[in-house]
């Protein structure tokens, strides 16, 4: 027996999932050893991080009680293509195949499984552009003067006096005492 588990979400209480179940019900026709449970958000926005019933699917896909997932469209399952992908690499990860009704993408299958690397391979490199990004920002930013990253909790007196203390002698540890910081923090401004 194969623990199939279906999913199937509607964004409003005037729309129902019931195309979604005839469609997924009829592929599970096809596969007499398939046990099948339906998870259901009805009245639920994709756009939402938090879905009760894909929260109890992603939980059983974890806990290794699911062993294929099965939904109408990519659109009803995951709120973005990284929530898409993030998912599929958990299931991948877990043994769990994945089917998509509509689009035709079965990760059982050779086809599927290029489908998946390909959608894998693109969301890569769009993160990889993003990373990009961000460092030449954060390098235009440098350029104009600004600073990045957190701001030093360590005030322009207090170097002065650690420089001070350091330079009559003054153990690490009775600095960092003395002016209220770790030992670490001590340490990483001295050797810097």
């Known amino acids: 027996m194969k623990r199939v588990a279906l999913y199937m979400r509607c964004s409003t209480d ?11 019900r009829t592929l599970c026709e096809r596969h007499p050893d398939w046990h099948v449970t339906e998870y259901v958000d009805e009245g639920v926005s994709g756009t939402k991080n938090r879905r009760p019933a894909l929260d109890r699917l992603m939980a059983d896909v974890q806990k290794g009680k699911i062993q294929l997932v099965a939904v109408w469209k990519f659109d009803r399952f995951a709120r973005s293509v990284s929530h898409l992908l993030q998912s599929l690499e958990i299931f991948q990860s877990m043994n769990v195949d994945f089917i998509s009704y509509s689009e035709a993408i079965d990760t059982r299958t050779p086809i599927g499984r290029m489908c998946f690397t390909v959608v894998g391979a693109v969301a890569e490199l769009e993160r990889s552009l993003i990373v ?4 030449s920002g954060q390098q235009a930013a440098k350029r104009r003067g600004k600073h990045i990253g957190r701001q030093s909790l360590v005030t ?12 009559s002698g003054v153990s690490l540890r ?3 005492a003395q002016v209220g910081l770790s030992h670490q923090t001590i340490n990483r401004l001295v050797t810097a």
């Open 174 to 176: 009775a600095i960092a």
């Open 14 to 24: 005037q729309q129902s999932v019931e195309l979604q179940r005839n469609d997924l």
């Open 156 to 167: 322009d007196q207090q170097k002065a006096t650690i420089a001070s203390l350091r330079s």
């Open 132 to 135: 990009d990004r961000v460092r």
